[in-house]
């Protein structure tokens, strides 16, 4: 007997996947800067500022969050 795919499971599928591509990711580019391959230094020229406050970025977790939660709303709204 097979059942199609959900909604939901098709949003978890893609969530852990995403989740998984970014972990892969940043252990990936840790464990070759450790080796010493790459020997680079970014020289970014101090440029300063008029205004003292500073935009802050939003993390990416806030940002998976916010998606999971439209998600789940448009979830709701199907039911």
Not at 5 to 25: H, M, Q, R, Y
Not at 31 to 43: A, C, P, Q, R, S
Request: charged share 25%; net charge positive; no cysteine.
């Amino acid at each position: 007997m097979k059942q199609k795919p959900t909604f939901k499971a098709v949003l978890f599928t893609a969530s852990i996947f995403s989740l998984f591509a970014f972990v892969f990711v940043n252990v990936h580019a840790n464990v070759h800067l450790n080796k010493g391959e790459f020997k680079t230094e970014f020289i970014k020229p101090q440029v300063e500022e008029e205004n003292n406050e500073r935009e802050m970025g939003v993390p990416a977790i806030t940002v998976l969050g916010r998606v999971w939660e439209i998600a789940h709303k448009l979830i709701e709204k199907r039911n």
